[in-house]
């Protein structure tokens, strides 16, 4: 049967701490997605949010972020004897990070003051990543949150020769330890709570990772990076019709010819995870597999740069060897060169189609595809739409006209045009199924900071409303 899904953070969950959580917030989403018949339900990264607050620059590809622990979870445990009273963020429909980092750390820190080391504590502890990101993080504390690349050279190099004494950060490390250990042991919950009401989650792999991740830290060797931990080439994307610089991602570039001596050992470790956390996987910005655009670290903008073949065939024989089930779907939008789709058809992986770039070119929706209305990146369709000359709104009208009635919101009738199409997979933001306009636009790519990343859904109630339309059309297309 064809698959149906919503893409919705879980950071932009309702919750009473201003970010959402994997409360009870998260498993009444869950339960209502069964309930309408939604069979995936798409998340974007959940690691520790870095730069901009945007997940695709997190601080290690392995870790949690923090903010995602819920409060009520730990009481419930015994790890709390109370409860704060909670929050309300200045602006309702806006994630307030900072203050809900300020808000719920004292209250993880008096977890952890109750916490006792168990049997499964001490199993979780024994995944490589767990301590280094401790001390990874103990130091970025100590200094200030700098980037590692700006502290003492003895403990950038703590992580390559363990010489600098950290004893003295041996209470903040084993609170980190623990708080990885409560995000993993309350997601895995939740992930098994969706399994059990026929939701798969399907996460988000970036394929690149900050310079100030642990992944840089203590994998230095394996990105093209200078003696002193800045970047020689950084990534992005060459200029386009929509952005005349192209787009500086300022991530460091990989090493592949050492990348190739380990077997892709950091690339096979980073999705053996990820398939722990996730029961489907959507790499972002697949293409870079093939050829990825490599831009001098001195250059301001993503003009200057060059084409480089990456070893996709490789690196993904060496996938499928070790993990043959995993399941991937490839993000490959953009102005492509055929090998792309070659090295993706070649592994039977599921492709993308995004109906506001292919909707006016008559680009059609493939049966091997997962089709969205929109994805993180894009406006929202009724922000879209209202953006079009009169002559494309006419012909987006005329060519949905079968997707409803004159009156029926435009919003409805794209989510309805992407569930009537041949697509394995059709997967919709919650803002589209809800008819938001651009305020709830979750990211504009090549800009950094406010309003991206802060939409937030304050309450269920319009998800609620819609939940009798949304039923009866899985219904109608025979999706699940």
């Known amino acids: 049967m064809r698959k149906s899904g919503i893409l919705m953070p879980v950071a932009s969950l309702p919750d009473k701490y201003g970010i959402g959580s994997f409360g009870k917030e998260a498993y009444a989403f869950v339960d209502m997605l069964a309930k309408a018949g939604i069979g995936i339900w798409q998340i974007l990264p959940l690691n520790p949010l870095g730069y901009g607050n945007s997940p695709y620059q997190p601080l290690s590809s392995y870790a949690g972020d923090e903010s995602y622990i819920d409060l009520a979870l730990l009481k419930k445990d015994g790890l709390l004897e109370e409860l704060p009273a909670g929050f309300t963020p200045a602006v309702p429909d806006r994630i307030d990070y900072a203050g809900s980092r300020d808000y719920k750390e004292p209250w993880l820190r008096r977890a952890y003051k109750r916490f006792k080391p168990d049997a499964e504590y001490r199993r979780f502890l024994k995944n490589e990543w767990v301590y280094p990101y401790a001390v990874f993080v103990a130091l970025k504390t100590q200094n200030g949150l700098r980037a590692w690349v700006e502290w003492p050279k003895e403990q950038q190099d703590w992580i390559l020769d363990r010489k600098y004494d950290i004893s003295h950060l041996e ?253 394995a997979v059709a997967i919709a933001p919650l803002s589209d199924i809800l008819g938001y306009g651009d305020r709830a636009r979750l990211n504009t790519p090549g800009t950094v900071g406010s309003p991206n990343w802060e939409w937030r859904l304050p309450s269920f109630a319009p998800l609620r409303r819609s939940l009798p339309w949304l039923t009866e059309l899985l219904r109608e297309t025979k999706r699940r």
């Not at 059990?196 to 990772?209: A, E, L, R």
């Not at 090998?339 to 770039?357: A, K, S």
């Open 171 to 423: 209470d903040e490390i084993g609170y980190r330890m623990f708080a990885q250990f409560e995000f993993f042991r309350q997601w895995m919950a939740l992930k098994k709570y969706a399994a059990k009401k026929g939701v798969k989650i399907m996460g988000d792999i970036p394929f690149y990772v900050g310079l100030d991740s642990l992944d840089v830290w203590g994998a230095r060797e394996e990105f093209l990076i200078n003696g002193d931990g800045e970047p020689s080439y950084i990534a992005g994307v060459p200029p386009d019709y929509f952005n005349a610089d192209g787009q500086r991602w300022g991530n460091p570039i990989y090493n592949w010819e050492t990348l190739k001596k380990t077997g892709f050992r950091f690339w096979i470790e980073r999705l053996r995870w990820s398939s722990v956390l996730y029961d489907i996987l959507r790499i972002d910005h697949f293409r870079a597999f093939d050829t990825y655009w490599k831009i001098p670290a001195s250059c301001p903008t993503a003009r200057e740069g060059e084409w480089i073949e990456a070893p996709g065939y490789e690196l993904f024989d060496e996938v499928y060897r070790q993990m043959p089930r995993i399941n991937i779907v490839a993000e490959d939008l953009g102005d492509l060169r055929p090998e792309v789709l070659q090295l993706r058809d070649h592994y039977g992986l599921m492709g993308m189609n995004v109906v506001e770039f292919t909707l006016l070119d008559g680009v059609p929706i493939g049966a091997n595809q997962l089709v969205y209305t929109g994805t993180h990146d894009n406006q929202t369709v009724t922000g879209w739409y209202r953006d079009q000359s009169k002559y494309d709104k006419k012909r987006v009208r005329d060519i949905l006209s079968s997707c409803g009635t004159p009156h029926t919101p435009i919003s409805k009738k794209f989510v309805r045009y992407i569930m009537q199409s041949p697509a």
